[in-house]
């Protein structure tokens, strides 16, 4: 059994190694044809292994618990409590009921905390699953001693593949993040802004993928990396362990489990009903969180104070670890942020992103200015080139596997030198380019990684967005979002493309088809970047303009442009 009382704060190594590269629906059939053989032969010592302690143990609700409470218009008490330990609540509700009656002076109601945060009703008790529910709930609520329970949330999956992402009882956001985006670990979420779950686990991610690197919008775009290649990224882990316990068929059970974030109550409870496919989660040691339990109330109860405080007592600490929670909460679990904002921002971002088929032409200045030395987030001096160079090859990954792309490079050493090159014609990321094997999201992290600005070369900015504009609209198809991300420096000049803002922008409105609109989204990089210009031919084709006036901010950008384009509507 692991122990997570004082988790080793060392991420274990890469994790779902798995030899050859398979395609994604591959290899989870073959990685599920392995959990299939292992639970049909009975594999020895394979379970749901649980993170217990022996002051805890952790069992399931008994089923008289587990039952709806009955509607008590009459009581004088209305409780809200979250669904996971609602059985609990209404137990210590009983108890405070004259003998065999059916409702009691405490109506418990089971009800999730972000509906209630944002009901204009208020219970006259809130016990939500976390007490980042109260910074985000839109009624004032007065907090009555410590939280009731806890239960740290942990990253669990098929007992029989556990071995892959989870080393010495331990994972890692980390690993989880780089599984998804190498394509070997299917990976679901809950919506952050409904489910506690996942608000945590959004949260645990973000100071996780800040933890490795000291760029702030290279976190940001590491931690959309995970986003963008979740399986499910609304997946209650509630309603997912319930559709596991009624599957009938091992293999249909197995392929739906997948990876996922839960509680370690959720997965107690699981482990005492009757299940095809055993489940393993261990504590992610880059960022551990865990569910919290305040007993919330109104900030004036009058009448009602003492009966509220006899709910409170009849909680009792037996009946919490009976129902699979901890009484204190845990050593070394991440502390709830101050500002809301570092919550809900991260959040709304990831609930923002949308799952779309699209088409993007990257559009990449190489003039002589990106050469020009300036400083890094960690202070060093480096290059414009040197930072893209950098947060590009990163970026590759956001992109989803139906995502097809293009990148040109434009600029002109030399007055003869055609506006752009094409360095990667559009075609899908996930389709092999060439003869050596690689995919077209191979070829893009190599050649960001290996780009070169050109010294006084000239930047036909304007043109080559034309060009662009038209390749792009020419390739658009129904059902698709088709767009160009172009990323400059500078302005329009030294070259024989070049022309005023009035020329380009009546040029682009000739050529521009309502019926196949292409969106431009542009990124100034650094201070003499033209952002009359990018906003001009943003606001011209319904996209965005996104200012990077720091350098040293690029990666930030990056990741605005990449939400931007998530964002467009088809």
Known sequence: ???????????????????????????????????????????????????????????????????????????????????????????????????GAVCGPVAVTAEEPAAVAAAAKQPDVWIPSSSAWLKMATKAYATKG?????????????????????????TSWAALTAGAASHQLPVSMADPQKNTVGL??????????????????????????????????????????AQLTT????????????????????????????????????????GLVEADYPFLTVKKAGSKTTLINKLRAAITKASITKAGFRTEPLEGALPLPDKIDDLAGPARQWVQYRTLNFQTLLLIDTSGSMNLPIKDKAGHTTTKAALLRQSGAIAAQLFGEDTSLGLWLFGTPTNNSPAHQEVIPLGPLASPLGDNGKTRRDVLAAAMGQYKAVTNAGTPLFQSVL????????ASKPGTVTLVIVLTDGDDGESKYAMSQATFLKKLAAQRDPRRPVPII?????????????????????????????????????????????????
């Open 467 to 474: 060009d662009g504009e038209t390749a792009m609209r020419e």
């Open 1 to 99: 059994m692991a122990d997570i009382s004082s988790p080793d704060t060392t991420p274990p190594a890469d994790s779902w190694s798995g030899g050859q590269h398979r395609p994604r629906n591959q290899f989870w059939r073959w990685m599920l044809a392995v959990v299939i053989v292992l639970i049909l032969l009975g594999a020895a010592g394979v379970g749901a292994v649980l993170l217990q302690r022996s002051d805890s143990p952790l069992v399931a609700p008994s089923p008289s618990a587990t039952t709806s409470a009955p509607s008590c218009p009459d009581a004088s008490v209305h409780v809200a409590a979250a669904p996971d330990i609602a059985p609990v609540i209404q137990e210590a509700a009983r108890k405070l009921a004259p003998a």
């Open 522 to 570: 542009g990124v100034g990089y650094g201070p003499t970047a033209d952002m009359k210009a990018l906003n001009a031919m943003a606001q011209a084709t319904g996209g965005q303009a996104i200012a990077a006036t720091n350098p040293a901010d690029l990666a930030s950008a990056m990741a605005q442009a990449f939400l931007a384009a998530h964002l467009q509507q088809q």
């Open 200 to 241: 945590l686990s959004v949260y645990a991610e973000h100071v996780a993928m800040a933890r490795t690197t000291p760029d702030a919008g290279i976190a940001q775009l590491q931690a959309l990396t995970l986003r963008s290649r979740l399986e499910d990224a609304a997946a209650d882990p509630a309603r997912k362990l």
């Open 247 to 286: 599957e009938t068929s091992v293999s249909d059970a197995a392929y739906q489990a997948g990876i996922f974030p839960l509680t370690e109550q959720q997965l107690g409870a699981y482990q005492h009903t009757r299940h095809p496919v055993s489940l393993t989660g261990a504590p992610p040691v880059d």
């Open 146 to 170: 410590d939280p009731i329970a806890y239960s740290p949330v942990l990253i669990a999956g098929p007992s029989p593949i556990a071995s892959q992402f989870i080393k010495d009882g331990k």
